[in-house]
């Protein structure tokens, strides 16, 4: 038996200068972490006494005996890239899917770490990532950047740069205090909604041409964002730039935030909100605000309807936490 434990991720910057209709021509970059939520896949061999070779448990219970057969589609094309059978596969997360934190991807990348594990196959984080681009992107077409599979192999804080020649990870070098600082005023809400990224990511991909100047001054405040988060300036600059990004994102697409949204958004902000934005591509899932600790009290009644999650960094990235193959 294998368990893969891989953790959700938030984006801060540069979210939308990720797909490849942008970045293979112009340099995309992305401000992102991971924090200790996490979706988790139990893997193992399937024993030979039913009429079925093969079991998938998620949301849905699937019985299957040849990988054509399956609904899932990232399973059905892993299970295929891959080459396995007889298998139980089993998944659980921490916080629900369609809700802005890179859970389609985090289920791809522990997926393939498990199935890997499990052939006693070895994969580094940068192949993982890219293994899982071309499964979620190529495979199973669907609309989006790579972020998210990245954010999710490496975990922690860390600077994305992507062009036509590669991708570069950076780490971002800041005090233990600082990061915690920076967590520490950070608040996170689940807004109730729900929605398919892919098909907010199509209208955009369709829109880049159109908004080149949006998406470049994006690539930019990522690296305005690591100046303030690695220098010993004001912390609450880092809110105020994700106040001003996140209404230059909305403006990249129609479906990214909605009346309803902008209203709570608006309530966080008079209740002492410094900044924030929805987190993923938009249309709904978590908000993510900066507020200042004293002010975070206010901000928990105003929006009491909705459910707040705390959370901390986490830096591992995906991991295998029980190894008995």
Not at 7 to 30: A, W
Request: hydrophobic residues 35%.
């Amino acid at each position: 038996m294998i368990i893969v434990q891989t953790p959700f991720r938030m984006s801060f910057l540069g979210g939308g200068t990720d797909i490849p209709q942008y970045y293979e021509k112009y340099g995309g970059s992305v401000l992102s972490t991971t924090f200790n939520k996490y979706c988790y896949h139990t893997i193992k061999w399937f024993p030979p006494f039913f009429p079925y070779k093969n079991k998938l448990t998620y949301s849905k219970i699937e019985e299957f005996n040849l990988p054509e057969e399956v609904c899932h589609p990232a399973v059905r094309e892993a299970l295929k890239l891959l080459k396995m059978q007889n298998l139980h596969i089993t998944y659980d997360a921490d916080l629900p899917a369609k809700s802005g934190l890179g859970t389609s991807s985090s289920f791809a990348v522990g997926l393939l770490n498990g199935l890997h594990s499990l052939k006693g196959e070895f994969v580094d984080k940068m192949t993982l990532a890219k293994e899982a681009i071309h499964l979620e992107r190529e495979l199973c077409q669907e609309a989006g950047g790579i972020q998210d599979q990245l954010a999710v192999s490496f975990g922690g804080l860390n600077k994305y740069t992507f062009n036509n020649t590669g991708i570069d990870v950076k780490p971002l070098i800041i005090s233990k205090e600082r990061k915690q600082n920076l967590s520490n005023n950070l608040m996170l809400f689940f807004t109730g909604f729900t929605r398919f990224s892919s098909e907010i990511i199509t209208e955009q991909i369709k829109n880049t041409e159109k908004k080149l100047q949006e998406l470049h001054e994006m690539v930019s405040l990522v690296n305005e964002g690591e100046k303030i988060l690695t220098g010993n300036g004001n912390l609450n600059d880092f809110g105020y730039l994700l106040d001003y990004t996140w209404k230059l994102k909305c403006s990249l697409s129609n479906n990214i935030s909605s009346d309803g949204i902008d209203a709570i958004y608006q309530r966080a902000k008079k209740a002492g909100a410094i900044g924030g934005k929805l987190l993923g591509a938009g249309g709904g899932g978590f908000m993510l605000l900066f507020v200042e600790i004293d002010k975070q009290e206010q901000v928990k009644q105003k929006l009491s309807e909705f459910l707040y999650i705390p959370f901390e960094f986490e830096t591992s990235g995906t991991k295998v936490i029980y190894y008995k193959p």
